[in-house]
T-cell receptor, first 112, second 112 residues
Framework: DVKVTQSSRYLVKRTGEKVFLECVQD?????MFWYRQDPGLGLRLIYF???????EKGDIPEGYSVSREKKERFSLILESASTNQTSMYLC???????????FGSGTRLTVV | KNQVEQSPQSLIILEGKNCTLQ??????????LRWYKQDTGRGPVSLTI?????NTKSNGRYTATLDADTKQSSLHITASQLSDSASYIC???????????FGGGTRLMVKP
């Protein structure tokens, strides 16, 4: 089975801190994604990547950046965390566009 | 605009009963439709995936149907168990680009 691992289940950070959320997949997938999930808003795409060193903005990229130096690892960076970035963050990967998405277990980030 | 609407938003049933969740979509051109189960505080886990030519697919007690003409899908849960309590998310892929459109989910609670 494809495994997508997010490094932390729960994180608490202070306003203004730089935050790194790490995601690793073990099936050599080209495509990786970061979503955030909020009550009443569902899942919203932040950034995605088709290949190493490539990145594309999703629907809500403001306040975030990403890094993909290796194929298996896709990092989400909050440059200066704010309270409105308190959310559940989900990483996903897929081998083919639009097919075979596997999600990680999620990281619940609280910014205080 | 691509949209996925799910109903009901929430549902409470007694253990052992059956239930059906609905998903209507306007995604075009259609590629595939997935049902995910998401336990509280965890990432979504895929239950079924259907392409245009498939109209029924089962995974244990879960049976998904797809009517591509009316752009509707349903997820039927048979003989519900307490562990079925979760959110169920319908996700539709377009046949272009790499974007998914997520439904808002149905929160199911199974009571003893």
């Amino acid at each position: 089975d494809v495994k997508v691992t997010q490094s932390s289940r729960y994180l608490v950070k202070r306003t203004g801190e730089k935050v790194f959320l790490e995601c690793v997949q073990d099936m050599d997938h080209e495509n990786m994604f970061w979503y955030r999930q909020d009550p009443g808003l569902g899942l919203r795409l932040i950034y995605f990547s088709y290949d190493v060193k490539m990145k594309e903005k999703g629907d809500i990229p403001e306040g975030y950046s990403v890094s993909r130096e290796k194929k298996e690892r896709f990092s989400l960076i909050l440059e200066s965390a704010s309270t409105n970035q308190t959310s559940m963050y989900l990483c996903a990967s897929s081998s083919l566009p639009n097919y075979g998405y596997t999600f990680g277990s999620g990281t619940r980030l609280t910014v205080v | 605009k691509n949209q996925v609407e799910q109903s009901p938003q929430s549902l409470i049933i007694l253990e052992g009963k059956n239930c059906t969740l609905q998903c209507n979509y306007t995604v075009s051109p259609f590629s595939n439709l997935r049902w995910y189960k998401q336990d509280t505080g965890r990432g979504p886990v895929s239950l079924t995936i259907m392409t245009f030519s498939e109209n029924t697919k089962s995974n244990g007690r879960y049976t998904a149907t797809l009517d591509a003409d009316t752009k509707q899908s349903s997820l039927h849960i048979t003989a519900s168990q307490l562990s079925d309590s979760a959110s169920y998310i319908c996700v539709v892929s377009a046949d272009a680009g790499n974007m998914l459109t997520f439904g808002g989910g149905t929160r199911l609670m199974v009571k003893p």
